[in-house]
């Protein structure tokens, strides 16, 4: 029986008590048992959101908190700036599109964060601009954007802040309140280290709102049901009890371990995997914007990126996740962040290195491995 | 410390195996490995909700499923049929208002069961009618529905037939195909033993000619996206790749078992939980109509109800559901579908006398026990 190691960029590996938590007996959700767990996992997600407004949790994936923010923002012809810079970027634009935002697109270079000064720039021209959308780290292409820095040009105009935070929120810093960001968007299978199965939301007043003027049609994903059904302990609609009961214990103990501590750790990982990286003569797909979620790596000429995490999966049991889109067979992308530890990365460099070397790649074996335990050690 | 007997309709109690499957390692959903496991649900979907038709996972609770319902069909002033019974029947007029639906509301009294004349009537009359919205089994009042004699109407004409199977799929029969039912709409945490965290939805030809042409704006519920992963062997958007692990586990189980064993057990444990309530000179809420997924029981006179199911619940472990909305503190409802067993019902009733009696009620101590016990025998 192989033994698999997981380094995607969600799913990300879960620790043996969510397991533990998620085969737990099921409990109904209207009794004052599950109150208790949803009380605590709503003052905890404050501490994880670094922020005072709500947070609602709705029983869907990522892109299903992405729709609410939208769906309860956007309606038919109203201005909105997307920032659009890699596949999720993207997803803002299919959902402004789909919900008749008329959309100022700020295209981003894939690999490349976006110049604050552009959005500034449009703010300073249109007063009608409802929302900024944005990527805080892009999945597809392991770039980090500025957040703080579009949080400062926001505030004090009439639009909101909108961030998604899938693969950032828990994994590093974002202060939702600190960078005045209105909506935070983030999932359950990234930094928070559960299986793929809860959004969030967070929203400010000034959010709310808009979210009060919005005319677009929605029901599963109001807001509106959200924050009356939160007001009295309860959700709109029957939630993922099994996750939410997994996720009171995750978040139970990254408060304990504090968010300085997971922050500064993933950080010292994504450093050493970068360096790790570049001794091989690989290239950061991100360069300077990388984010400390995920590493994306180019690629070397010559090389079939596609078979290159297929082997490393299906052969040597390395979960890495390949490109998306545009850049698929172009990246590969190893994540270090969750329950993503030290000795993970080890065995999946040192996997790197055998795979990359059978496939005809030149490099000085060992160097990658030597280089991450040197800066790990 | 306590041991807890679940007996809501919904969600319903984890078999061990599920409490298994659910603490299993993670995987990646866009590999070979979860292919298999896609492939494997897909097609005993199709035996469970007893159809050709495609069968799309969503990551959200039933809801969700009936909100993709409403939004893949309903474009702003399309005429629809909506027969509303109970709470679920009133979701389906709340998501039908939300989507601009010119509405012909069919108010059917709580505690019956909608007579399928009146809608023949109407699609007789209007030939413009595009869908006609159903409720297999009320969870609210426990009647069941004449689907079949829906089906028969409404196959003959332009509209299709959407029916909400949340807490009949796997519990009792429904016949996606053999009664030409265009929608099934359901959910995990009922007669298909899970959390709650995935919705389900299968869709007719006819329908998917609606979906379409259907102008409402969605992107999470957009079924055209869903068909197309589905033909990839893929899901949309992030499934809850770890729920969806469990009911590759679920439906092999039920598989085998065959839904003629679990439809005759469930049958069974209705009949006698019927009887034994009748015993203790207790009414049927739905009477004639009573699904065999749950069982709504008046609560006697001078007798209150939200106490009798908090006592039950936090002092004995038993739980069973309360009224909602207007039957609140006036039913107590009790499931026999999915894990629940005989012995649980045993429980169940010796528990409710036991509390029944202490709060009051007078009735012949003993007697609903040797009912079921009879029965069951």
Same mark, same amino acid.
């Given at each position: ?5 997981? #380094? ?21 959700? *209207? ?59 993207? *997803? ?8 008749? /935002? ?13 110049? $604050? ?43 909101? #802040? ?31 280290? #559960? $299986? ?21 049609? *929605? ?11 939160? /007001? ?6 029957? $939630? ?10 995750? #978040? ?12 500064? *750790?993933n950080k010292k990982l994504a450093q050493s995997t970068r360096q790790a990286m570049i001794s091989l003569g690989l290239e950061l797909y991100a360069g300077k914007d990388s984010s400390d979620s995920l590493t994306a790596v180019r690629v070397p000429e010559g090389i079939d990126g596609e078979k290159l995490v297929k082997t490393m999966r299906d052969e040597y049991g390395v979960g890495i996740a390949g490109g998306q889109s545009q850049l698929k067979g172009k990246v590969f992308r190893i994540a270090h962040m969750g329950f993503i530890r030290e000795k993970d990365l080890i065995v999946c460099i040192e996997t790197l290195e055998e795979v990359l070397s059978k496939m005809g790649y030149k490099f000085e074996k060992g ?11």
């Amino acid at each position: 029986m192989k033994k698999n190691y997981l #380094l995607t960029p969600g799913p990300t590996p879960l620790p043996p008590y969510v397991c533990k938590a998620l085969a737990k007996k099921i409990i109904h959700h *209207r009794t004052p048992q599950f109150q208790v767990v949803l009380k605590e996992v709503e003052e905890n997600l404050k501490y994880v959101f670094q922020t005072k407004n709500d947070v609602y949790i709705l029983a869907s994936s990522g892109t299903g908190a992405m729709e609410a923010a939208v769906a309860n923002i956007i309606s038919a012809n109203d201005r909105a700036i997307v920032i659009d810079g890699g596949k999720f970027g993207e *997803r803002w634009t299919e959902l402004n599109k789909v919900y008749g /935002a008329n959309i100022e697109l700020v295209k981003v270079e894939w690999g490349k964060s976006v110049d $604050p000064k552009i959005i500034k720039d449009i703010l300073d021209k249109d007063k009608n601009i409802k929302a900024v959308f944005a990527t805080h780290c892009e999945t597809s292409t392991g770039v980090s954007n500025d957040i703080e820095a579009l949080g400062k040009i926001v505030k004090d105009t009439n639009a909101i #802040l909108v961030v998604d935070a899938i693969s950032s929120l828990g994994a590093i810093d974002i202060k939702t309140d600190g960078w005045s960001i209105d909506m935070v968007v983030s999932g359950s299978q990234k930094g928070l280290m #559960l $299986p793929p199965g809860l959004g969030f939301i967070s929203v400010s007043p000034k959010a709310y709102k808009l979210v009060e003027l919005c005319k677009t049609p *929605r029901y599963y994903f109001d807001l509106r049901l959200s924050k009356k059904a939160l /007001a009295a302990t309860d959700t709109p609609f029957t $939630p993922a009890i099994g996750i939410i009961i997994a996720l009171d214990e995750v #978040l139970k103990d990254m408060r304990q371990e504090t968010l300085e501590v997971i922050f500064a *750790r993933n950080k010292k990982l994504a450093q050493s995997t970068r360096q790790a990286m570049i001794s091989l003569g690989l290239e950061l797909y991100a360069g300077k914007d990388s984010s400390d979620s995920l590493t994306a790596v180019r690629v070397p000429e010559g090389i079939d990126g596609e078979k290159l995490v297929k082997t490393m999966r299906d052969e040597y049991g390395v979960g890495i996740a390949g490109g998306q889109s545009q850049l698929k067979g172009k990246v590969f992308r190893i994540a270090h962040m969750g329950f993503i530890r030290e000795k993970d990365l080890i065995v999946c460099i040192e996997t790197l290195e055998e795979v990359l070397s059978k496939m005809g790649y030149k490099f000085e074996k060992g160097k990658g491995v030597k280089t991450i335990e040197k800066l790990l050690g």
